[in-house]
């Protein structure tokens, strides 16, 4: 049997794990610099897990200046092969309301920092595929996992919703009303700032993905959106922090089940253009965590 290692990424809201067993700290440094915070590794439901608050656990870091490759990175040297990523989203459609869960399966990107979103350059060039961004296995795990989680709530009429796509702007600012209703006519389902860039590098780190997106508000497209007051968003954060607890530990259950046919492993097998005799000794070192077994 394969041996899983679960990765989570806590979002706004979510800045521990309950449960965990044989909790312990450790902070590392990477080749790009220091992650949002410590690690805090330990097992739960019998899995090891490696959880890491996106923003720091006082929540001090802007999602502009989240150093998504050391994050990433970290979660590659800890050995961790899967990560769920918790993600407070705002609504572009009706239908998807607040405290709502989307397991997202694509990303737009409207960002612009691509050269930040990579772990590539310096002499070694790859493509990884990215038509399908995240792991079809853990997503559909994530779907039971929090469709069982909502069963067993105290609001049973909250929603799961199987696929969507997340729009991941700059911020710090949220949209005006003109980018809300732009979106919305493109047919965007929820609007983030944070995990397209994590879902581009664990697929070239070759780590599964899948994004958790709790919804907290409808964006300012939304006739009612005046009324959303800073209380009911938070009220909405923390209802949905309970959520996401309770989902993580029925996906830590549920990962030593998965069949692992999926392709998230060997996604450089074929994006490594770079002629090997052409990079430098140091770049083959920088990246051994990644691109080592590559290189042999």
Request: charged fraction near 20%.
């Amino acid at each position: 049997m394969a041996k899983f290692k679960l990765g989570i990424i806590g979002g706004s809201g979510l800045y521990d794990i309950d449960g965990m067993e044989d909790v312990r700290t450790e902070s590392i440094e990477t080749p790009f610099g220091a992650p949002s915070d410590e690690f805090i590794c330990g097992t739960l439901c019998g899995i090891e897990v490696v959880f890491l608050p996106r923003h720091g656990k006082n929540h001090i870091v802007l999602p502009s200046e989240l150093n998504h490759r050391a994050n990433i990175f970290g979660m590659k040297l800890f050995g961790v092969t899967h990560i769920i990523s918790i993600s407070a989203v705002g609504s572009l459609k009706e239908e998807l309301r607040p405290r709502d869960i989307v397991i997202v399966n694509q990303y737009f990107d409207r960002t612009k920092q691509a050269a930040q979103h990579t772990f590539f350059g310096d002499g070694l060039v790859a493509h990884i595929s990215f038509a399908d961004p995240v792991c079809p296995e853990l997503a559909t795990l994530a779907v039971t996992a929090a469709e069982k989680a909502v069963t067993e709530s105290d609001d049973t009429s909250r929603q799961v919703f199987s696929s969507g796509t997340y729009l991941n702007m700059e911020g710090p600012a949220f949209s005006t009303k003109a980018e809300s209703m732009v979106y919305k006519s493109w047919g965007m389902d929820v609007i983030g700032m944070t995990n397209m860039a994590e879902a581009k590098l664990a697929r070239e780190a070759e780590i599964c993905y899948s994004t958790m997106a709790m919804v907290t508000d409808y964006d300012c497209w939304h006739p009612g959106h005046d009324n959303v007051t800073v209380e009911l968003v938070i009220a909405n954060l923390v209802a949905n922090s309970a959520l996401a607890k309770a989902t993580i530990k029925k996906v830590a259950a549920g990962i030593s089940g998965l069949e692992n046919k999926c392709s998230c492993g060997s996604a450089l097998v074929c994006a490594l253009i770079t002629h090997k005799a052409a990079v430098t000794a140091a770049t083959i070192e920088k990246l051994a965590p990644i691109v080592g077994r590559y290189f042999k």
